[in-house]
């Protein structure tokens, strides 16, 4: 016998729960958390020979969603226009406070002088194309990553059964950005070093700033003065962070997946290689970056999965959860109608049943959560 029930902590052999209750439900990363459990869920029972009857559940949370393409385009546009404000303030932050106000604060307290020690440059030759490649190499961080993190979510059903989508991930890496660039202006806002760009040496005529903080400058424009730490070097590893952080959601081919990964991470000591051969940074600023940016990844990591953050700040990410489709929901009824025939006729011949393999592909589920009958 197979019934379908609402997820109360309690198993009750005859009740039922609507259908369209389940887009009242929120994230299964929620549930995960809070310690709620909010996903929907159903009830097999089985009959044993002597009379007992077993009763097992199957959360509706590890399943993996049946949706279109079309299905998945909608949610993530739905999410897009639910998210608008957010995505605005952070752009606006980082393409004018962060790469204009703050960068021409640094370029206006910049005092050329001569440069310092370093063991990077002592080290690596410098590279007269080094500049031109290390904007390359930047750019196809950004590419690769962006790509991955918006088409991926669309092209596949894998990233929203695991409550991962495109405007989350997008929204996770602008918010380090963010939080980045601030920590950026706390440092070189406070000490200024000598550039040691050529173009930052005494008597150069880009060596000092002159007009507003609040003026654009032309994209070609050297400045100087916003060492510590690495903007290019926060860029490329926060791309990095994304990948790896969600690479299982995101990919479900181990090789493709390891591949990927792979990648991301020569393209930061590639990034880390080019700026000191550039003398664009001192190797200080690519170090401290190097090291602060993942800490500032986790730490975020772990706020977005905190109580508080859930409880109090819900509404800042897009929850990818179940919102009662058909195909969804069929899904979960076909699954589980099957896996309930399947445990009668193995009861009966007295055969142990349990689900072992993964329900949700790319995660493991604690045995509490898999369906078992004896």
């Not at 709620?36 to 020979?49: C, H, M, N, P, Y």
């Not at 991955?148 to 979510?153: G, K, L």
């Not at 950005?177 to 000598?194: E, K, N, Q, W």
């Not at 150069?204 to 903007?231: M, Q, R, V």
């Amino acid at each position: 016998m197979i019934s379908r029930i609402p997820s109360t902590g309690a198993i009750s052999k005859d009740s039922e729960s609507p259908k369209n209750d389940l887009s009242s439900r929120i994230s299964p990363f929620h549930a995960k958390s809070t310690g709620e459990d909010t996903s929907g869920a159903f009830e097999i029972a089985v009959l044993k020979r002597d009379g007992d009857v077993i009763r097992c559940t199957i959360p509706c949370s590890s399943l993996l969603f049946s949706e279109g393409l079309s299905k998945r385009f909608l949610v993530e546009l739905k999410h897009l226009y639910l998210g608008m404000p957010i995505l605005l303030f952070h752009l606006v932050y980082l393409f004018f406070v962060c790469t204009t106000v703050y960068r021409n604060y640094a370029y206006s307290k910049h005092r050329p002088g001569e440069l310092l020690w370093d063991l990077g440059f002592e080290t690596l030759p410098q590279w007269a194309s080094a500049p031109y490649v290390s904007e390359k190499v930047l750019l196809t961080s950004i590419v690769t990553g962006m790509s991955t993190m918006i088409i991926v979510p669309i092209l596949s059903s894998r990233p929203h059964s695991m409550n991962i989508g495109a405007n989350k991930i997008c929204l996770e890496a602008l918010t380090m950005a963010s939080i980045g660039h601030t920590l950026r202006f706390f440092t070189f806002g406070v000490t200024g070093l000598p550039g040691p760009a050529e173009h930052c040496r005494p008597g150069h005529e880009d060596a000092t700033f002159e007009g507003s903080i609040f003026s654009l400058s032309h994209p070609d424009k050297h400045n100087c003065g916003d060492l510590i730490f690495s903007g290019h070097m926060l860029f490329v590893i926060t791309m990095a962070c994304g990948v790896t952080q969600h690479r299982v959601a995101l990919i479900g081919n181990r090789m493709i997946r390891f591949a990927l990964v792979t990648f991301m991470w020569t393209i930061v000591v590639f990034q880390a290689l080019c700026i000191i051969m550039a003398h664009n940074h001192y190797s200080v600023d690519v170090v401290v970056a190097s090291y602060v940016t993942p800490l500032i990844w986790h730490a975020t990591q772990s706020l977005y999965a905190s109580a508080f953050f859930q409880k109090h700040c819900h509404r800042y990410f897009a929850w990818y959860k179940c919102d009662g489709n058909d195909e969804y929901f069929s899904c979960c009824t076909r699954l589980s109608f099957l896996f309930g025939i399947v445990s009668k006729l193995c009861s009966k011949a007295g055969i142990r049943v349990r689900q072992a393999q993964k329900s949700r592909a790319g995660s493991e589920f604690e045995s509490d959560n898999l369906l078992s009958a004896v």
